[in-house]
């Protein structure tokens, strides 16, 4: 016999919250963690842009071409 204790799923514990999970205050939780992430990331980026080398220009027109300064003036006008 299988003992009706009811829905077994409501006693049973894990780190994502169960079935029915509600945190407190996710919103704010979810706004503090991407913030944390983008004052992370900015500085991150912005290092990346000014230590950025390299010893021949590309072929084609890369993003970072716009923000780095170390890529002289050439012009891919053209190219588009």
Aim: with cysteine.
């Amino acid at each position: 016999m299988a003992g009706g204790s009811g829905d077994f799923r409501t006693k049973v514990w894990s780190m994502s919250g169960g079935p029915y999970c509600r945190p407190v205050h996710w919103k704010r939780n979810t706004v503090i963690a991407l913030a944390g992430i983008v004052l992370v990331c900015i500085p991150v980026a912005l290092k990346s842009a000014e230590l950025e080398q390299r010893p021949h220009l590309p072929v084609r027109p890369i993003p970072s071409q716009l923000w780095c300064k170390n890529f002289g003036t050439k012009d891919y006008k053209s190219f588009e």
